[in-house]
């Protein structure tokens, strides 16, 4: 039994899971169209804090990822065997241990904030510290990361919307949760 707590009760969280779409590095869903946002409770506890971070500036904070199975997990490190932005599924993923999450920002009129890159653009304009992005860009991520990090997250260097708890690998990998199929799974039944 796994320890996942569906994170949709959260108060002001806008939920758009990016792998149960084609709207996607793979170009195509990987999750079942029912997919749910879970993650493990600790992680839970950290979103909450970032979205009333993010609520108090007047903002929404929108998920795009969260707990991912290691079935979807083989499919992406298939898809994109680069280490920088793709854990290997072998070795397994923060996302198939329920602490990291892919987040982005809403702005007041109900638009993105402009990152620079789209979630999941797997490419050098996608890593923090670029100072060669526009100020309103650098602006919006330094945004984001304070609104993370102040909640209790970590971040990586490559993706600004990858956050995840401290010590992960204090953390078991949850290879499967019946609230993320993939569609591999759905069609093997």
Avoid at 84 to 93: E, I, L, N
Avoid at 105 to 125: K, V
Wanted: a negative charge; proline letters at 5%; charged letters at 20%.
């Amino acid at each position: 039994m796994s320890s996942l707590t569906d994170i949709s009760h959260i108060r002001g969280l806008h939920i758009a899971l990016a792998y149960a779409t084609a709207h996607n590095f793979v170009g195509r869903a990987v999750y079942a169209p029912e997919a749910r946002a879970v993650l493990r409770p600790e992680a839970v506890d950290c979103l909450a804090s970032a979205v009333q971070a993010a609520r108090s500036c007047g903002l929404t904070m929108i998920v795009f990822d969260a707990y991912r199975p290691a079935a979807a997990q083989a499919v992406f490190w298939q898809a994109l065997s680069d280490p920088r932005y793709v854990a290997d599924a072998r070795q397994g993923s923060n996302h198939t241990r329920g602490v990291a999450i892919d987040v982005g920002l809403i702005g007041a009129d109900g638009r993105p904030l402009d990152m620079g890159t789209g979630f999941d653009a797997m490419c050098e304009q996608s890593h923090h510290g670029r100072s060669d992005l526009p100020a309103a860009v650098q602006r919006n991520r330094h945004l984001l990361l304070g609104i993370m990090l102040h909640a209790g997250f970590r971040t990586i260097p490559t993706e600004w919307w990858h956050y995840e708890l401290p010590d992960c690998a204090q953390y078991d990998f949850i290879p499967e949760d019946d609230a993320v199929k993939t569609i591999a799974d759905l069609e093997t039944r």
